[in-house]
């Protein structure tokens, strides 16, 4: 597992507990070490993630080993059918986009996928979406529409492809165009911020009846990275930037930009990714339910986004 700087006291204390566990002379005294050592790292674990600043939850959004749209599609969506392209350009395999059944409900699906290994994340760019990612996103909206399935979104990305190529096919109009249709999309929209919710690149994907957060995920109008450069002329103060970008979980929702936060295990997703998926999977299938007694889902979503405008003018 890969080990970030703050989680330093923890692996000395896994190589210690690994140490005495491998010496297997049935001895108690070491028996006794190892429980002992065991609940102290359990109590340094919790308290350490309890007391994350908004710069480490930043560190563990982008965990690679934190779970990914794919695994969340394997894991709960069955018979699922990818769809791919968006008609105009290409395929994008930063979104990753599809039909298929989620708990007896058929569903459409559609989240950034960052990729699980260096060569998985060069494939699908990291997460960065191009302006056809978006199109295809939309081109499965109209699907949706058309058979009246409810849409299942995930989160996750630094925000949207910066590049030359992609802003000269319109990647800013691309952004905008999926959010006008989120709007006018006829059916439920439940999105699951599970890692890095950077820029209009989350925007485009989370405008939704119901937006869930994870509890160490981030969701931010600019990368800490993107907001130290403009702010300080220096990317190193990206830990000051977090602190004041309010981007964590806790934050956003006393400013009612999400509705939801799924508390993840001890550690963090990455250390348990089977429990996160189920629980992630329980408050999808809560929030369908909740979504059913509506009776204009359409406005419902507009009338929410429009009230957060509302409140801050």
């Not at 405008?207 to 990317?235: D, F, K, Q, T, W």
Request: glycine share 8%.
């Amino acid at each position: 597992m890969i080990i970030l700087d703050f989680e330093k006291p923890i692996f000395e204390l896994d190589s210690k507990i690994k140490e005495l566990k491998n010496l297997n002379t049935g001895d108690l005294s070491i028996i006794e070490d190892v429980k002992r050592l065991e609940n102290k790292r359990k109590k340094l674990l919790r308290r350490i993630y309890q007391e994350l600043t908004p710069w480490q939850k930043v560190q563990v959004a982008r965990h690679q080993e934190r779970p990914h749209t794919t695994d969340y599609i394997n894991a709960l969506i069955d018979d699922f059918i990818p769809l791919a392209g968006d008609r105009l350009f290409g395929n994008d395999l930063a979104i990753t986009a599809g039909i298929g059944k989620f708990r007896g409900v058929s569903v459409a699906i559609i989240g950034h996928e960052k990729g699980s290994d260096t060569e998985d994340r060069i494939k699908h760019n990291f997460g960065m979406p191009h302006p056809e990612g978006y199109r295809k996103a939309c081109r499965v909206m109209d699907i949706a529409d058309k058979f009246r399935l409810p849409l299942l979104t995930f989160v996750d990305t630094a925000g949207a492809y910066p590049g030359v190529g992609a802003e000269e096919r319109g990647q800013a109009e691309a952004i905008a165009r999926c959010i006008d249709r989120s709007l006018r999309f006829k059916n439920p929209i439940i999105a699951t911020i599970i890692g890095e919710g950077g820029s209009g690149g989350a925007v485009a994907l989370a405008v939704a009846n119901a937006v869930l957060m994870l509890e160490h995920s981030v969701y931010s109008v600019i990368s800490p990275e993107g907001c130290a450069s403009i702010l300080y002329r220096n990317p190193e103060k990206a830990s000051e930037a977090a602190d004041m970008l309010k981007l964590t979980a806790q934050d956003l929702i006393k400013f009612k930009m999400i509705d939801e936060i799924v508390e993840e295990p001890l550690g963090g997703a990455h250390r348990d990714p089977a429990s996160i998926i189920k629980l992630v999977g329980d408050k999808l299938k809560a929030a369908l339910f909740n979504l059913s007694n509506v009776s204009n889902i359409t406005s419902h979503r507009v009338e929410k986004f429009l009230n957060l405008c509302r409140n801050y003018n």
